[in-house]
């Protein structure tokens, strides 16, 4: 896969682990990008080493579920080190 296409996967699922994902997450697409990509390198890894399923084609299912798993785990990960910010109102 290529680096751009590894790019748009990564902002694409970023931005579906973060449409699933219950509450508001801070960060604007830039974050939502850096989050997609470093949760589908971690959804590779740790596909590749639970399952024996890595990123493979840009359009394979299996690419897209383990990329959006990845994504998810990351920005949960994230929101955990961030924590929720409040107004003081």
Request: glycine content about 18%; cysteine-free; proline content about 2%.
């Amino acid at each position: 896969m290529s680096f751009i296409a590894f790019l748009v996967l990564g902002l694409i699922a970023g931005a579906i682990a973060k449409a699933i994902l219950p509450g508001r997450q801070g960060g604007g697409w830039i974050a939502t990008l850096l989050l997609g990509v470093v949760g589908a390198l971690l959804g590779g890894w740790l596909g590749s080493l639970l399952f024996g399923v890595d990123l493979q084609e840009f359009w394979s299912l299996q690419t897209w579920l383990v990329a959006i798993g990845g994504a998810i785990v990351v920005l949960l990960i994230y929101g955990l080190i961030v924590g929720r910010r409040r107004d003081p109102a």
